[in-house]
């Protein structure tokens, strides 16, 4: 039976480096409650000039070198992000422009933060359809760019940040395995960004009232998000007889540590066992699944035949999973 495997993965994270120190400089926090309520230290921010685009161009660079693949061997691509170039053209066309991608066809996903896994969810079932061969996903945030940088309780949490894989068929016993996604609109509000759409298109009014700018709910966000990573997780390993004991590795979006680690404790799966790079780069949204695959891929810490599962929560509130043999 024809599965889809990840062949390849690359990522790409701004050279300038914010830490909470300089936050404390800028809004009333400290780097004792920054540490001790998320486990960030310090997030990567693009230049003024950075868009999405710019920063996905050089993750698909470095995936595609990566794979030894032309940009003509792609057929597809999927950009995941909520910080995209600009409302329209998709950040995908524009992606597909810089990397001269003449025979593929490009557009993005919105779901926040489990946009890469709705991307590589419609990229699974495009292979095992045989309606594409090789397609190319990205996740890319310039999220630096809608943070209220005043508002203490959202502009510790996120940076920027972009990571790439290329899937293809293949016939081997490897490749994803099962992959669910879910989205329960009711909650949309608990984490948004109210202005720059239909609903309150930009004016002078709308930007004095900081509309553009993320919004969110942190609390309630942290309970369902808590709930919802446990259940995802037992459902995608029951329904494939296996045991959390079984998973190589572990590889959650990178929202809050408090959040990795109580889905992991209450699963019994260690720590070793689990990447966390949220310390380095802060909560990347789309990006942080991708850009986590890429260090543990390059690092060594995965073998093939490893079983490995990546999970995400976020707005929408939107939520999905990937259980991959390597
Ligand atoms: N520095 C100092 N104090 C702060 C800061 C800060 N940066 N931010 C908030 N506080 C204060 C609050 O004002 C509050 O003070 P009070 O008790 O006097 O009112 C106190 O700290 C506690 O605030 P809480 O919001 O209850 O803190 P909590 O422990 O919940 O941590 C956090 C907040 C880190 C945002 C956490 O709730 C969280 O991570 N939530 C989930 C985020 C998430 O998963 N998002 C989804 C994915 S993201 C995406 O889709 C883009």
Known sequence: MIKSRIISTGSYLPERVLTNFELEKMVDTSDEWITERTGITERRIATENQAASDLAYEASKVTLKRAALGIEDIDLIIVATVTGDMPFPS????????????????????????????????????????????ILIVGTEVLSKITDWKDRTTCVLFGDGAGAVIVEPTEEDRGIISMYINSDGSMWDLLHMPGGGSRNPASRDSVDKRLHYVKMKGNELFKVAVRTLEDLVVKILNENNLKPSQLSLLIPHQANLRIIQATADRLGIPMNKVIVNLDRYGNTSAASIPIALDEAARTGRIRDGDYILLEAFGGGLTWASALIKW
Request: charged share 20%; proline share 0%; with cysteine.
């Open 91 to 134: 950040t995908g066309c524009i992606l597909q422009d810089k990397l001269g991608a003449k025979y593929a066809t490009a557009f993005d996903i919105n779901a926040a933060c489990s946009g890469f896994l709705y991307g590589l969810y419609i990229a699974d079932g495009l292979i095992r359809s045989g309606m594409h061969k090789r």
